[in-house]
């Protein structure tokens, strides 16, 4: 990555943490919250992970004992709102038991160690890919780590920092070494990311008024 590529990418930082401020993520409560988000946020968006989680609230379901005595068949039946309600009912219970069996229900045992430690652990749990380890890391472990999502991709594709079909690794090693390694930074650029993604670009770019308007870039890509 060049001096410009990298200097690009913190102008990109600047200019919608001045049009839109703090962004105060992840919207959850506990880290229990943020990895349960994480994996019920997979192809669907956080309102129907909201009304998932609530469901889950008014059960009493919220903690990692009662997720593990919850039969998978009634946690499908309360994280419906979530979309593809069984296979994301068996990907916490992979969770779930891979933390119980391995790490003795500690979240503290399993984000021991380095980052590529800690993220190698999560990447073996069955249903968890990079994007949801490293959402996980950074939010619910505080994990200098970036999280690439699909706004992220485009946003960069179209000002022609990354090109069309770069690998993930790829976009978030990138990130990692353009910008200071601190947990606060990557945690509000995420975010930041993604409100520009969903008032300006979309599938379908709206650069009028878009904070990045004046940098280069290809409203098509």
């Known amino acids: 990555m060049t001096q410009k590529h990298s200097r690009q990418i913190r102008e ?13 993520w992840w919207p959850a409560r506990t880290p ?3 990895i349960v988000g994480a994996i019920l946020t997979q192809n669907t968006s956080w309102r129907n992970v909201e009304r998932a989680i609530g469901n889950l609230h008014a059960a009493g379901a919220l903690s990692w004992a009662k997720l593990r005595a919850l039969p998978q068949s ?8 979530s979309g593809s309600f069984r296979v994301k009912a068996k990907r916490l219970k992979e969770f779930v038991n891979f933390l119980w069996t391995a790490h003795g229900g500690s979240l503290e045992s399993l984000f021991a160690g380095s980052l590529d430690e800690a993220r190698k652990r999560l990447l073996a749990i ?3 890919g990079p994007e949801t380890a490293d959402a996980i890391l950074l939010y619910a472990a505080r994990r200098a780590t970036f999280v690439v999502d ?11 920092l990354i090109p069309s079909g770069a690998r993930y690794e790829d976009v978030r090693k990138m990130l990692k070494a353009a910008l200071p390694d601190e947990v606060g930074l990557f945690n509000e650029f995420h975010a930041l ?8 670009c979309g599938r379908r770019a709206t650069c009028d008024g878009c904070p990045l308007a004046g940098m280069p870039h290809d409203a098509m890509l």
Do not use: S, W
């Open 126 to 128: 069955h249903g968890i």
């Open 193 to 200: 990311f993604v409100e520009l993604g969903k008032r300006f």
């Open 12 to 24: 990109i930082f600047d200019r919608l943490f001045e049009a839109f401020g703090p962004q105060h």
């Open 74 to 81: 009634e946690l499908a039946r309360l994280i419906q709102p």
């Open 150 to 160: 699909a706004y992220t991709v485009r946003i960069l594709r179209r000002h022609f």
């Open 32 to 34: 229990l919250e943020v």
